[in-house]
C-alpha cells in the first residue's frame, strides 16, 4: 500500500523512452547513477508518491524533482549528467595566485607555529582572504602545478674549493687510460664489531627477531681494499688501525700484484692518513728512477678526491654491497668466521666480473647503490657505514 500522496509530476512516457529506460535496468555495463535516474522517471511515470520513490531510490527529494524536469525538458538525454558549465575552481587563476601566494610563505607569517604547511592551515588562510574552497580542491591544485610533499633527503657536499679542478682531473685521467695504466679507488670499512646485526629477513607469522641492545663484540675488524675501475677487480687486506703504515702495506700489495704496469693511479679522500708526509715521500722513493730500475715497478700516481667528497669515492658502493650482502642480518661466531665470508665474498665477485667484463651494478652481489663506475652524479656512500 503506498504512503504519502501521489506525485504531482506528471511524465510523459513514450514506449520508445520506456523500452530505453527499462534496458537501463538490466544492463551491467551501464552508469549506477545513470541507471537509478532511470528507474526514478519509471517510477514516477507509474504514479509512485515522491516520499516512496526517495526511500527506493534511496536519494533526496529535491532530486527527484531535479531529474523529472530534466527529463520533461530533454527526454532521456537529458538523464546524463552535463559538462561542468564554469572554469573549475582548482584551474581558477585567482584562487591559484592566493594558493601559491600562501604556499610560498612560512606558516609562521600567518601566525601559525609550524615549520610546514598543512592542508587544514592552507584551507583557513585562503578563507581568511574570502577564498572558501575545500580540500580537495587544494589538493587539485598541488597536483595540478605538479608539487608534491616530499621527505628531505640529506645529501653528501663537497666545499672543497678546488672541487671542480680536480673532478676535471679524475675524468680526464679515466678518459685517456691506456692499457697497461690502472686506476684504483681505496678506502677503509670499519672498524666494526663482530656481534649479532639486525635487518629485514622473511621469517614465519608468529616469529619476531629481536637484536639485544647491549652485546658483547667478538671482536672488531678494519678491512682496506683497492678497487681497480677499468677491470673491476677488488684487492683486500685486514688493517689493525687507519693510518699511513696501512697505506704503505697497500701500495706494495698493488706493486706486486701490477708489476708489469706502466703506471697506478691511486685514488682516495682527503683522510690525514691519506696525504702525510710518511706517505708522500715513499711515493717519491717509488717513482724514483734508481727504484723502477732495480725493481721494475710502475710509477705510482696520487690522485686525491675532493675534501668531503666521499660520495664520489666508488669502492663505497662495493663495501656498501658487502655490507647488505653478509654484514647485515649476521651473527658470526668468531673473528676468524666473519673474515671468511668476507673473503669468500670478495673472491666471488672478482671472479665474477673475471669471467663477465662489465661494470657492477644491481643485479649482483648485494645490491650495490649504484654501478662501480665514475660519475658525479653517484653518491656511492651508504651513510649507515
Not at 601559525?112 to 582572504?129: A, G, Q, V, Y
Request: include cysteine; proline fraction near 4%; glycine fraction near 4%.
Amino acid at each position: 500500500m503506498r504512503r504519502g500522496y501521489e506525485s504531482s509530476l506528471r511524465i510523459n512516457l513514450s514506449n520508445e523512452d520506456r523500452s530505453v529506460l527499462v534496458s537501463w535496468q538490466r544492463s551491467t555495463k551501464i552508469q549506477v547513477g545513470l541507471a537509478r535516474r532511470g528507474h526514478i522517471i519509471l517510477l514516477l511515470a507509474s504514479g509512485e508518491a515522491i516520499t516512496d520513490i526517495s526511500q527506493i531510490v534511496g536519494i533526496a527529494r529535491q532530486h527527484i524533482y531535479k531529474w523529472a524536469s530534466r527529463f520533461n525538458s530533454y527526454g532521456v538525454e537529458g538523464l546524463y549528467r552535463a559538462p561542468y558549465p564554469g572554469i573549475r575552481k582548482y584551474k581558477n587563476r585567482e584562487i591559484k595566485s592566493a594558493f601559491f601566494s600562501i604556499l610560498h610563505s612560512p606558516p609562521s607569517e600567518y601566525d601559525i607555529n609550524r615549520t610546514s604547511w598543512k592542508l587544514d592551515d592552507l584551507k583557513k588562510c585562503l578563507s581568511e582572504k574570502g577564498i572558501f574552497v575545500s580540500k580537495h580542491v587544494i589538493r587539485a591544485i598541488i597536483k595540478s602545478a605538479g608539487y608534491r610533499w616530499r621527505k628531505a633527503k640529506v645529501v653528501l657536499t663537497s666545499n672543497d674549493p678546488e672541487y671542480k679542478e680536480k673532478l676535471s682531473q679524475i675524468k680526464s685521467i679515466l678518459s685517456n687510460m691506456k692499457d697497461d695504466e690502472f686506476f684504483f679507488s681505496v678506502d677503509e670499512f670499519g672498524p666494526f664489531a663482530i656481534k649479532m646485526r639486525g635487518g629485514k629477513r622473511i621469517v614465519a607469522p608468529d616469529e619476531y627477531p629481536y637484536i639485544p641492545q647491549i652485546q658483547k663484540a667478538k671482536g672488531t675488524l678494519i678491512i682496506t681494499a683497492a678497487l681497480e675501475l677499468s677491470q673491476n677487480q677488488t684487492a683486500h687486506f685486514y688493517s689493525k688501525d687507519r693510518n699511513s703504515t696501512e697505506m704503505l702495506r697497500l701500495l706494495e700489495i698493488l706493486l706486486k700484484k701490477y708489476k708489469d704496469a706502466k703506471a697506478l693511479y691511486i685514488s682516495w679522500d682527503s683522510a690525514s692518513w691519506h696525504d702525510s708526509r710518511q706517505l708522500h715521500k715513499k711515493v717519491e722513493e717509488l717513482n724514483s728512477s734508481d727504484y723502477k730500475k732495480r725493481n721494475g715497478t710502475p710509477t705510482i700516481r696520487l690522485v686525491p678526491l675532493p675534501i668531503s667528497a666521499q660520495f664520489l669515492n666508488v669502492i663505497e658502493s662495493v663495501f656498501s654491497g658487502m655490507a647488505k650482502a653478509i654484514i647485515h642480518n649476521s651473527n658470526y661466531q668468531s673473528v676468524e668466521e666473519a673474515i671468511a665470508a668476507i673473503n669468500r665474498y670478495f673472491k666471488e665477485r672478482n671472479e665474477y666480473f673475471r669471467l663477465h667484463p662489465k661494470k657492477a651494478g644491481n643485479k649482483i652481489w648485494g645490491n650495490e647503490r649504484v654501478p662501480s663506475e665514475f660519475s658525479e652524479s653517484h653518491n656511492c656512500k651508504d651513510p649507515r657505514w
